[in-house]
């Protein structure tokens, strides 16, 4: 605050932070196509960084949080890789307002007291100036209080059960209702699909998104009902007893939200029962399994199943191409990459755009600055950030190939708008 | 037979180095964000002291101690997070005034084992009162059928397994996976800034030193020492007239009561709770906290859970993709080479230095010269 | 719930969930047998259990990359050399770990709890330096998946089969070799009285090094075996291991049948109960019987009379 106070000096600083957001706007579709070099001389440190964050006259670090041990490493490896490939291509364009982004890894450890701490600890010790991180939702609700009290900023990748809108956050996978509604449509009036057996992991991504399900099922969608509802510890890994009550129940629609370790027992264990997907007699619809699980669980096991979610790693465009082959380059060959992956990867250049459109790095600029924010080149086409800090995007439904890739089937034709707090599902 | 006095010379030196640590030299040396993390570690340094007098003192190994951690922290939780939900600040449910994870799993009321907990004076009670008759329940099955040694650590583990099932599953009554989390004021006073973290830390100092008090006078009583008796020969104590079950009944019932007391104080510090506390691998953890400080020693105890939660920390920071390798390292090398900790350590290396000063400093003594420290 | 369905119907939904009890079962002998024989047999808590299952299901996975790209001809019968070589890693690692560690700590089982666990903390992160942190995907052969259509409505899975064939098998191996050989003849002795049988001639330090090898190497079958029906990462071993334990205790350490006896009490329990609630009471209505059963009967279902 003292070196607002010593530096009148520069003249741009009080005036034309307004100026310099409008120029940050037109500035920022050209920065994001020809890789325009903004020069760090242009935007001293002392009027972009009013809140004592890590920026230098060349560097601006951040944080990244995730579990790299313990039982979420499995998924959220992924979202590191995107994060860091991100960075590393945000640097290579010349950084942030001059500067390049170096960053600060923290381990979650799939512990969330531990994300608590970690959070704390690159907000208040190393004060990062946003952090892109967390996975499952009990790691996102334990490092909120910590944002928001720190008024840090929080990317967060995963798709997840909506129901929360944070000044302090923002959402860039989907919530409940943009994963689930378009496609219980898709598959009700392309299958004729009637009858649905809604499983899930027993917490609470799969428990409130079974209940969107549940609500446009019997109030939304005519002669349709949920013929079973079913929960299994996180981690149990036999799935009999429940193949055989779907068998009993004969459902049109498998709708599986299973996760972890789980989904690879449920998928071979579905397949060894005799239930062959690819005759889609019953047809399965998840929302929980991307390309990522399907090296796990293996292709062949989970052939023929419906996924409906905003990214497939097959997606016809030129900015997935590259995105795809800029991942495979960094990360090797064998990667695949998956939907929450794609959404960690929009967290840095995100980031990027509402720096550049504030003209500043200070969180409640940036927070301002971020509703609107579009990114063009963003892999799954086009998304934007919506006034509830949650994106708009595309819901499509993919189509599990033997090779563990999906073949997209299905594209809601508009962006589908966030609505984390939806009436009439609760 | 020398009377036992309630503090040895050095025993009283212990605690007040200890207490000059947590009081003078941490809040000395440390910022704010760091001493808020080692108020978290002084939580599970409660579980720590009450498994050395379980343990280290009656030879009962539980791995359930999680369990009653959670109990505390879950009752703790339970009376802020009421304090947080009120109606103007939940307005956007469906149901203002009951906490937001019950909105999202559609119930419409607080349950009624609920609410009591808008009181603390009740909250308080029951902090103690659940898992001490918890454990009551668990030891009197137990104890009076002499189920000890390895079938008592995993029946205990079992325990924590099922806790956290159920906790996870009834998300609606108990936050599920995610725990409860937001808790802001205790009684209007805001717990999250740095300086009610400072504040809580002191209070957190003292409830241990107090429990640590309350430790060193049952080791010190008949019962400490019918304990250590009964652990080396269970058999002859028996034959000699004494209940054993109640003694072991006892001092399970005190290290439920304290992990209790550590989980309330872990709640109101980290400002959440969660079903990660509760499981199996927490309570192995706080074994081996136990282990490493010695488990014969209240005082190790407290440092050996903040040594190996500060080296948790430090190895997560610096090594973040190999500090597994480092704590599984120093298990084993605790339980091989030094069974009884730091506090054995201490009394195998340090002490005998001391004793060897002491005793140059008061007169030339000829056994001076055969210090076993060599 | 089941008005509307024919008898014939109902007939074969439970032929098949009996079926499902029966591989719950198979799963539950195959995890808890390797147990039963270190903690039964030598008082040893074994918490690195899950972390020698997964060094078997690394092994499978090793061997069937191996035949996929040298001999595809014969990808069909890599799982039995997988399984035979699972066997034997997961052996030699135990007698390694028995040798360095655990033969220092008979005289203190609580302790031997503490170092393995650590033990299995490093296992973890030495599988995911090795492997990464992602799941590894193990191709079954085509002959091991799909079921056997039986009647219209009842099918039965293959990996089914295979799972409930190799538990009676190696069940079967495992009595043979502690009541029909001399050295399951040593074993029991050195249990029953370590003194005598050290003072009659018997080798004591290498019957324990080859028991605890054995317990490994049958842990290590169960892993490779695992691999059809659930998941192989770094830390999918922690998911059996409470299972595993309470099999064994619940049958009565230091009693093999008493352990099948307890596997199959508790996998039919779980199976009917899993049909008629959802799955997560299931599971936590499971477990409490199992504690219950336990307060009132410590010593398990069978257990064997020991003069101390």
Partial sequence: MSEDKKVPAHPQMTGPSRRAILAGGAALAASLFTPKFLRAEDFPTSAINTTGLAVTDDTVTIGILHSITGTMAISETGSVQAEKLAIEQINAQGGILGRKIEYIQEDGASDWPTFAEKARKLLVNDKVASVMGCWTSASRKAVLPVFEQNNGFLYYPTFYEGLEESPNVIYTGQEATQQIIAGLDWVNKTKGAKTFYLLGSDYIWPRTSNKIARKHIENFMEGCQVVGEEYYPLGHTQFNSVINKIRLKKPDVIYAIVVGGSNVAFYKQLKAAGIDMTKEKPLLLTISVTEDEIRGIGGENIEGAYACMKYFQSLDNENNKEFVAAFKEMWGDDMVIGDVTQAAYLGPWLWKAAVEKAGSFDVDKVREASPGIEFTKAPEGYVRIHENHHLWSKTRVGLAQADGQYKVVFETEDLVEPDPFPEGYQ | MKKQRLFELDEAMGFVILAAVIFLLFPAILDDFRLNLFGKYLTYAFVAVGLVLCWGAGGILSLGQGVFFGLGGYCMAMFLKLEASTPENTAIQSTPGIPDFMDWNQLTELPIWWQPFHSLAFTLAAIIVVPVAFSYIIGLAMFRRRVGGVYFAIITQAIAAIATILVIGQQGYTGGVNGITDLRTLLGWDIRPDDAKVTLYFVNGALLFVCLFVAQVIRKSKLGRILIAMREKEDRVRFSGYDVASFKIFVFCVGAAFASIGGAMFTLQVGFMSPTLVGIVPSIEMVIFCAVGGRMSILGAVYGALLVNWAKTTFSESFPELWLLGLGGLFIAVVMAFPNGLAGIFDDYIKPRLAFLKRNRTAADPAAQHSPAE | ?308
Wanted: aromatic fraction near 12%; proline fraction near 2%.
């Fill in chain 3, 1 to 308: 719930m089941f008005s509307g369905y024919s008898m014939s119907e109902l007939g074969a939904i439970f032929a098949m969930q009996g079926f499902a009890g029966l591989i719950l079962f198979s799963v539950f002998v195959l995890m808890a047998l390797g147990l039963a024989i270190i903690f039964g047999q030598m008082g040893v808590i074994n918490m690195a259990h899950g972390e020698f299952m997964i060094l078997g299901a690394y092994v499978t996975y090793l061997v069937s990359n191996f035949f996929a790209e040298h001999l595809p001809g014969l990808f069909g019968i890599y799982f039995f050399i997988a399984m035979i070589l699972a066997f034997f890693a997961s052996g030699l690692l135990g007698m390694a770990v028995e040798w360095a560690m655990i033969r220092h700590l008979y005289k203190r089982p609580l302790d031997t709890l503490l170092a393995t666990w650590g033990l299995s903390l490093i296992l973890q992160q030495v599988y995911r330096s090795l492997f990464g942190a992602r799941e590894v995907g193990v191709t079954i052969p085509d002959w091991m998946m799909g079921s056997l259509p039986v009647t219209d409505m009842i099918e039965v899975p293959i990996n089914g089969i295979f799972v409930m064939v190799l538990a009676v098998s190696i069940s079967l191996a495992v009595y043979f070799m502690m009541f029909r050989s001399t050295w399951g003849k040593q074993v029991r002795a050195v249990t029953q009285n370590r003194v005598m049988a050290g003072a009659v001639g018997i080798d004591t330090e290498w019957t324990d090094r080859l028991t605890f090898g054995i317990g490994c190497g049958v842990a290590g079958v169960a892993g490779a075996a695992f691999t059809m029906i659930g998941s192989t990462g770094p830390t999918a071993g922690q998911l059996y291991i409470v299972d595993t334990f309470l099999v064994v205790v619940f049958g009565g350490a230091a009693s093999l049948l008493g352990t099948i006896a307890s596997a199959f009490s508790i996998s039919q329990a779980q199976s009917i109960m899993e049909f008629f609630l959802s799955g997560s009471m299931a599971k936590v209505l499971t477990l409490l019987t199992v504690v219950g059963i336990l307060m009132v009967r410590p010593q398990g279902l069978f257990a064997l009379k020991l003069r101390k």
